[in-house]
């Protein structure tokens, strides 16, 4: 028994790096926070370096470990060339946060190939190509690694009438829940926990239109909480998913959603 870790231990990242896609505002912004928070040295990427500097800034502001890497993963090309930066820079990659994502708005029966094809790539191909390269250059290699793919309860269901017309959205988040479990299966040999988070509705850039025609009002009173999201509720789950506290946990998927998906 004396070797049984404290709580701070378990939930400490000291000594880790975390490489967090689409981690210059919003939901992957918090995310990083939290890590950061833990003791976590924090890789930040997406596609405009402007937004990752103020990102960056922001996190060394709250006194975090923080540095960027701009990539477009809608481009097949860039995941290997994204981890291989970050590996020059770090070292290591012990935590990588899938989340760069993008949706599309339209009818079924008009949804546009060219849309399908970013949605899906964006959202899927690249957390394959992403996840697929650094467990192959960093978490397979020293047999440990935790990795967090973020889906949406968009992924657990289809559109009411008259809400939201985002068929690839849902498809592709779909598609990253059942990836989540099946590459559990394949790592869990290799020391690798795979879980998923997915969302409700939270604030962002992606969601503001869907709360502009909705109405936050009306998207809070189908949760039980009677609330969306905020700058604080995935903060704990991350942390849980990506530390020793979690290390028994892997193929999960945990809906952060005031309750909406228990209820739906």
Known sequence: MNNVRTMQQLFSLQGKTALVTGGSRGLGLQMAEALGEQGANIVLSARKQADLDEAVAHLQSRGIRA??????????????????????????????????????????????????????????????????????????????????????????????????????????????????????????????TVNAIAPGFFPSKMTKGILDHLGEEKLAAQAPLQRIGDDEDLKGVTVLFASAAGKHITGQVLAVDGGVSAVA
Do not use: C
């Open 67 to 192: 540095s960027a890497i701009a990539a477009d993963l809608s481009q097949a090309q860039s995941a290997q060339a994204l981890v291989d930066a970050t590996l020059a820079q770090a070292g290591q990659i012990d935590i990588l946060i899938n989340n760069a994502g993008a949706t599309w708005g339209a009818p079924a029966e008009d949804y546009p190939l060219e849309a399908w094809d970013k949605v899906m790539n964006l959202n899927i191909r690249s957390i394959f190509l992403l996840s697929q390269a650094v467990g192959r250059s960093s978490m397979i290699p020293r047999q440990t690694g935790s990795i967090i793919n973020i889906a949406s309860i968009a992924g657990l269901s289809g559109n009411a009438p008259g809400t939201m017309q985002t068929l690839a959205y849902n498809t592709s988040k779909a598609a990253v829940i059942n990836f989540t479990r099946t590459l559990a299966g394949e790592w869990g040999v290799h020391g690798i």
